[in-house]
């Protein structure tokens, strides 16, 4: 809250001085004799800053939503088929990517420094960059003879760099969602903070599987690879590759679990009021963070399992949003 005030004329502080220095709040004022200052306590900086936070969400919210809609929306133009986008992991991080920055915005328009905003809208962001970059890549493919199926298989090598750089990142930025970004969301909810300074090695678990999993789909999609390589498929016995991802999967499914584990520590603190907004959010948050991890193996399992899971996390914390005033939205 903003509190003002005024400092009342004064006499100079002694002989051929020509004021006095106040000290408000750790602030130096000087002020000559007679003079009236208004000053604005500590309250009306973080008002400011909080309002400098809260536009900044909105700017970050608006201009992912805008990556989606021209992204999704060229390649609709283009006529390219809803299977070549499901493909492409268009139709999973398009719309979720759109939802996660709303989320993100309404909560940081609420509460500029909560932690759940800047998560939901980092993830958003690199979901709507995700999306941006395979749909030109789509483009650029299409435009060589070598994208009109939903399955890609060039060499990186052969291709024009803007391409194969194109793939690459979208190959290992996904993990950052699924990854570090889904266990902080369980671990920060409902308030934004960790349960508790013990729970801080959970974070850096999920970082570090973050950087294992990551590297081990740089090394599988390298721009420069003489390798053939098959987007809709994993890597398999390619260099190194299989024991980053192997390591990282291990490392993140341990931090998942500690993530839902979390969930039950707010859960048995919470009063009866407090969990029925958090019911939806619990359930459909734990199975998501089951699926994501448990499930990836079997990829033909896990790429629809997901897209419903995603469907059934957003659609829930909307209801304990707008049926429950989670967050108190």
Same mark, same amino acid.
């Given at each position: 809250?903003?509190?003002?005030?005024?400092?009342?004329?004064?006499?100079?502080?002694?002989?051929?001085?020509?004021?006095?220095?106040?000290?408000?709040?750790?602030?130096?004022?000087?002020?000559?004799?007679?003079?009236?200052?208004?000053?604005?306590?500590?309250?009306?900086?973080?008002?400011?800053?909080?309002?400098?936070?809260?536009?900044?969400?909105?700017?970050?919210?608006?201009?992912?939503?805008?990556?989606?809609?021209?992204?999704?929306?060229?390649?609709?133009?283009?006529?390219?088929?809803?299977?070549?986008?499901?493909?492409?992991?268009?139709?999973?991080?398009?719309?979720?990517?759109?939802?996660?920055?709303?989320?993100?915005?309404?909560?940081?328009?609420?509460?500029?420094?909560?932690?759940?905003?800047?998560?939901?809208?980092?993830?958003?962001?690199?979901?709507?960059?995700?999306?941006?970059?395979?749909?030109?890549?789509?483009?650029?493919?299409?435009?060589?003879?070598?994208?009109?199926?939903?399955?890609?298989?060039?060499?990186?090598?052969?291709?024009?760099?803007?391409?194969?750089?194109?793939?690459?990142?979208? =190959?290992?930025?996904? %993990?950052?969602? $699924?990854? !570090?970004?889904?266990?902080? @969301? #369980? *671990? /920060?909810?409902?308030? &934004?903070?960790?349960?508790?300074?013990?729970?801080?090695?959970?974070?850096?678990?999920?970082?570090?599987?973050?950087?294992?999993?990551?590297?081990?789909?740089?090394?599988?999609?390298?721009?420069?690879?003489?390798?053939?390589?098959?987007?809709?498929?994993?890597? =398999?016995?390619?260099? %190194?590759?299989? $024991?980053? !991802?192997?390591?990282?999967? @291990? #490392? *993140? /499914?341990?931090?998942? &679990?500690?993530?839902?584990?979390?969930?039950?520590?707010?859960?048995?603190?919470?009063?009866?009021?407090?969990?029925?907004?958090?019911?939806?959010?619990?359930?459909?948050?734990?199975?998501?963070?089951?699926?994501?991890?448990?499930?990836?193996?079997?990829?033909?399992?896990?790429?629809?399992?997901?897209? $419903?899971? !995603?469907?059934?996390?957003?659609?829930?914390?909307?209801?304990?949003?707008?049926?429950?005033?989670?967050?108190?939205?």
């Amino acid at each position: 809250m903003e509190h003002a005030g005024v400092i009342p004329p004064c006499e100079p502080a002694g002989p051929g001085a020509a004021g006095r220095t106040a000290v408000v709040r750790g602030r130096h004022f000087h002020f000559a004799r007679g003079s009236v200052i208004i000053f604005v306590m500590e309250g009306g900086d973080r008002s400011l800053h909080d309002g400098s936070r809260s536009r900044t969400a909105g700017l970050v919210a608006l201009a992912g939503i805008a990556m989606v809609t021209l992204a999704i929306g060229s390649m609709l133009l283009r006529g390219r088929p809803i299977e070549v986008l499901y493909a492409r992991w268009m139709i999973h991080n398009g719309p979720s990517a759109v939802v996660m920055l709303l989320i993100g915005w309404a909560i940081g328009r609420r509460w500029p420094a909560h932690g759940l905003a800047r998560v939901f809208l980092g993830v958003g962001a690199v979901e709507a960059l995700h999306v941006s970059l395979m749909a030109y890549a789509d483009a650029r493919l299409v435009g060589l003879g070598l994208g009109t199926q939903p399955a890609v298989a060039f060499v990186p090598r052969d291709v024009p760099l803007d391409v194969s750089i194109s793939f690459w990142l979208t =190959s290992w930025l996904w %993990i950052v969602a $699924v990854g !570090l970004g889904l266990v902080l @969301l #369980l *671990l /920060l909810f409902p308030d &934004g903070r960790l349960p508790s300074r013990r729970w801080r090695p959970v974070v850096a678990l999920a970082a570090v599987a973050t950087g294992l999993l990551g590297s081990g789909y740089t090394v599988w999609s390298w721009p420069w690879t003489r390798r053939l390589v098959v987007v809709t498929e994993q890597p =398999s016995d390619i260099g %190194i590759a299989p $024991v980053l !991802l192997t390591t990282g999967w @291990l #490392l *993140l /499914l341990g931090a998942m &679990g500690a993530s839902i584990a979390s969930l039950g520590v707010r859960w048995r603190a919470a009063d009866a009021e407090q969990r029925t907004q958090l019911r939806p959010v619990i359930l459909s948050g734990s199975v998501l963070g089951v699926v994501a991890v448990a499930l990836f193996p079997v990829q033909r399992v896990w790429v629809p399992a997901a897209l $419903v899971a !995603l469907v059934v996390f957003f659609t829930s914390y909307v209801v304990a949003v707008l049926r429950f005033r989670l967050h108190d939205l």
